[in-house]
């Protein structure tokens, strides 16, 4: 680590829980990661003073939070809670000169280069490409979003998108009728509403209301069913998922073509990944006609880095602050 890098702090909002830290150029201070829990708290800078507060030492230069929802012009406003902030909240609660405000995808789209080898177990062999190819992270758990991972001689560009929630694309009749059972009963049949973890439960309660008696699970008994084989449904449940995600994913590939790979994060790409091979996802993913065969040159890893959004967000101030003002 080189200690002449400048201390900067760094955090990750999530719907539930925030973790802070304090990080040296690219490298987290791991004995710094404090975690707190959202649940009364009023707004986040408080918690970046109380973090402060308990680092008595620390004088950060930089400050770059990532936050689980849209970001624009510096300003937050967090998807499922009342927060909202900006950059001048930020620099008051820290004393930081830098500030950044990222969407928790891009953070992590940061963190690419940054992942240690072992943090990244690879689902499917792509062509060799070069450093400087464009990569694409691919989230599905609570939610589903993407964040395309470009890199030029001035840093890495990881620009917002809210890709889960455009209309589901359909491919055949199972995906038509399962569009229609969502919007009858749920809203608009966005990607998200079936790449999430509700999305495993809707279309649970999709197939099951087609045999005959409809059943609303949590995803986690779900997937529990699938692992242990008791529940045919579960089984085609999970199906299903894996084939509308290699659909999905196929469809992003070759509209952003990330040639130097696509990360899968997430709790629920971790839970599926072992079913991939086995549930259709490969045919999915190539089912693109004449362009079949050119998706076969990007590989996909599965990201398991449960610190990727802070490192992102280091790796992020570390740009910011090499560019020449």
């Known amino acids: 680590m080189d ?3 400048p201390l900067s702090i760094v955090a990750d909002i999530g719907g539930t829980n925030t973790r802070i830290a304090l990080a040296r150029g690219t490298e987290i201070l791991h004995d710094t990661i404090t975690r707190y829990k959202n649940a009364g708290e ?28 849209p970001v624009r012009d510096g300003r937050v406003e967090m998807t499922n809670l009342s927060w909202t902030f ?34 990244l177990t690879n689902l499917r062999e792509g062509a060799e490409a070069s450093p400087q190819a464009a990569m694409l992270i691919v989230g599905i758990g ?57 999305g495993v439960a809707r279309i649970y309660e999709w197939l099951s209301s087609e045999a005959g008696d409809t059943q609303v699970l949590e995803p986690a008994e779900i997937m529990k069913r699938v692992e242990d084989g008791s529940d045919p449904i579960a089984t085609e449940t999970a199906r299903h ?33 072992p079913l991939l091979d086995k549930m259709g996802f490969e045919e999915s993913f190539r089912d693109l006609g004449r362009f079949g065969d050119f998706v076969d040159q990007f590989g996909i890893w599965l990201v398991e880095d449960d610190f990727a959004a802070l490192t992102g967000c280091a790796s992020h101030l570390q740009d910011l602050l090499q560019r020449p003002h």
């Open 241 to 273: 998922f894996v084939q509308i995600m290699g659909s999905v994913c196929g469809n992003l590939a070759l509209t952003l073509l990330p040639f130097g790979g696509i990360y899968l994060i997430g709790g629920v790409s971790r839970a599926f990944a």
């Open 3 to 5: 200690q002449t890098a």
């Open 42 to 69: 009023p707004n986040f800078p408080p918690l970046l003073e109380r973090f402060l507060a308990e680092h008595p030492d620390a004088n950060p230069e930089a400050c770059c939070v990532a936050a689980a929802g």
């Open 142 to 198: 609570t939610g589903m979003n993407i964040a395309p991972v470009y890199h030029s001689a001035s840093g890495t560009l990881v620009p917002p998108a809210e890709a889960g929630h455009p209309l589901l694309a359909v491919r055949n009749d199972d995906n038509l009728r399962l569009c229609q059972y969502i919007e009858k009963h749920h809203g608009f049949p966005s990607v998200e509403e079936v790449m999430s973890g509700r």
């Open 86 to 119: 900006d950059k001048d909240d930020l620099a008051a609660a820290t004393g930081a000169s830098v500030i950044a405000t990222l969407n928790d995808m891009q953070a992590q789209g940061h963190a690419l280069p940054y992942l240690k080898p072992e943090a």
